[in-house]
């Protein structure tokens, strides 16, 4: 194996920072914010590194098959075969994201030069972990490490003094936000586990599509966004403009609700 301290995946990317009016920020719905468990990090992991999973040990090593009586294992097993071989089957590296869901405290600060010209920026840290670069995850007796690229960049930036007084206003100070984090998968290493951490672990690469912070109100505090990436609630923005009668400007009452409660 080799021996990676804290490895760390820099990786210098652009991505434009908005965040967007308050009217806007209400939460969406709950499947689009489901995290990925280790089995749907496992299948990423295999179909985008091209490898078909012994789903037979996935089976066989795992609940419910291990605790289910003998009569009924053989139903059991070709229900689960199924359902993990469709599961294989439909996920597209291409198209599906990962998501991690977590809990982040949100720093910002304001600072001036000699001359009054104020700058500002954001500083997030993970409320478990302040200095994680990779999320691992315990699939029967291995271990996958989602690795992001640019992590530590996105979680620090420069910021806008308007979008300064919008966190001010929406998030208060200390307190946890939660995080939701969409990737989409890059590289599936095979090659070897790398010793992350002291820990033997499989390397899977992948690239931050968007980074949401929500407050205990369910409004969008902050949000990262790739350049190639449309988030799911701008695409129901889109559809606000989509739905709206042409003759309503904005009259109360003419445009549907699209957002549901976001927990």
């Known amino acids: 194996m080799v021996e990676i301290k804290r490895h760390k995946i820099i990786a210098i990317t652009l991505f434009s920072l908005f965040v967007l009016s308050f009217w806007t920020t209400k939460s969406y719905a709950q499947s689009r ?31 419910p098959y291990i605790n289910t009586p003998q009569a009924m294992r053989d139903k059991l097993y070709a229900s689960e075969m199924d359902r993990l071989q469709l599961a294989y089957h439909n996920f597209n590296p291409e198209k599906d994201d990962l998501l991690v869901r977590t809990s982040s405290l949100l720093k910002i600060a304001e600072t001036e030069d000699f001359e009054g010209n104020k700058t500002y920026s954001l500083n997030a840290e993970f409320k478990l972990v302040p200095d994680a670069l990779y999320f691992p995850y315990d699939f029967i007796d291995e271990r996958i490490a989602l690795m992001p690229y640019g992590l530590e960049e996105i979680m620090k930036s420069e910021i806008t003094a308007q979008q300064y007084e919008f966190i001010k206003k929406n998030a208060k100070k200390f307190t946890q936000l939660t995080t939701i984090i969409r990737m989409k998968p890059f590289e599936a290493d095979f090659s070897k586990p790398y010793k992350i951490d002291g820990i033997g672990q499989w390397v899977f690469k992948t690239k931050i599509a968007s980074i949401e912070y929500w407050n205990s109100g369910d409004n969008l505090v902050w949000e ?16 606000l403009y989509k739905d709206r009668p042409k003759d309503s400007n904005f009259r109360k009452g003419s445009v549907k609700p699209t957002y549901n409660k976001f927990n």
């Open 224 to 239: 990262y966004t790739a350049p190639w990436y449309t988030s799911p609630h701008i695409i129901d923005i889109q559809n």
């Open 33 to 63: 914010n489901q995290a990925a468990s280790s089995e749907d990090v496992a299948i990423g992991f295999y179909k985008t590194g091209g490898v078909v999973p012994n789903f037979d040990r996935w089976i066989r090593k795992r609940e």
